[in-house]
């Protein structure tokens, strides 16, 4: 694998189009060309919390460009449902209509799309835990995120199966318990979005000094990542990229527009070399998921 060969786990979008609201497999392709151009090798297109016919809708059609792919297209590993069984609280600019209890049928359902790599939920929501365990008893990776989990729901869910924690430190407390817990528990990895906007340096350097070794770098990229400024869609609404940030229209921040090639030179900078950097955002994310280019 070349050093450019990044895998991404975590990617809503790329060169204008977003992967939940795309209409054709031209589009899909589009964007996977677009983060090929970035040095990335291969990624986890990202589907938001929308409603079950649309994310069904979304993953035939990623799965159908999956088929057939192009070698100047970056390579679709498999799908990250980033949702809908997400605390309320922490939810983000996910659409709270459309939040879901992890009942074991709307788990059956998501389980049921073919290609599913990773789910990201809350586990303290009323069944969490054994959702937890019914994706990873599937060979589905569950990724805690968008959670208010206290330092015992967490541990439970990591005892349940669960592998890693969707952007540490975003959508969940700083300095909670759960935070507490990842950078105690060695068996679990957590990816973490290092763009400068998203995670203050201190905090990237406080965390890298404990767990360097169990970082995966990821972006959150949305579909604005590689443009202008401008407006561009994020599922059923609309972002603004404006001063270095992808903004809902409310202000709220939305996602990422970074790269790995980006989270590479931060994490130099702060003192940590490409060389012990870099299997973060290439070896690890393939293992994390068992899959290969």
């Not at 835990?129 to 989990?149: D, K, Q, Y």
């Not at 949305?222 to 404006?242: N, S, V």
Request: hydrophobic residues 40%.
């Amino acid at each position: 694998m070349q050093d450019s060969a990044y895998i991404d786990l975590h990617v809503n979008g790329h060169a204008g189009i977003d992967f939940l609201s795309a209409k054709t497999p031209d589009e899909i392709r589009k964007a996977a060309r677009s983060l090929k151009s970035f040095g990335v090798a291969g990624f986890l297109p990202s589907l938001i919390t929308s409603d079950l016919s649309n994310l069904k809708r979304s993953a035939s059609l990623i799965n159908e460009v999956t088929k057939s792919q192009g070698d100047d297209e970056a390579r679709i590993l498999g799908i990250h449902l980033e949702g809908p069984c997400l605390a309320s609280e922490r939810r983000g600019v996910h659409s709270e209509n459309l939040l879901r209890q992890p009942e074991p049928s709307l788990i059956n359902e998501l389980l049921s799309i073919p290609n599913v790599k990773m789910i990201t939920l809350a586990p303290e929501l009323p069944g969490g835990i054994e959702a937890t365990r019914t994706i990873s008893e599937a060979g589905v990776v569950v990724s805690l995120g968008h959670t208010t989990a206290s330092r015992k729901v967490a541990e439970a869910a990591f005892d349940a199966g669960a592998k890693t924690v969707t952007h540490l430190f975003n959508g969940m407390e700083k300095d909670g318990e759960l935070v507490e817990l990842v950078f105690e528990r060695e068996d679990i990895h957590f990816q973490m979005i290092i763009d400068d906007v998203h995670v203050p340096r201190e905090l990237v350097r406080k965390t890298c000094d404990v767990a360097l070794d169990r970082l995966i770098i990821t972006t959150d990229a949305l579909a604005a990542t590689g443009l202008d400024p401008g407006r561009y869609p994020f599922g059923d609404m609309e972002i603004e990229i404006k001063d270095g940030k992808a903004l809902r229209l409310d202000g709220r921040l939305a996602g990422g527009i970074g790269t790995p090639a980006l989270a590479l030179e931060i994490l130099a900078d702060l003192g940590y070399s490409r060389e012990r950097a870099l299997t973060a955002a290439t070896s690890r994310p393939l293992e994390l998921i068992n899959a290969k280019l």
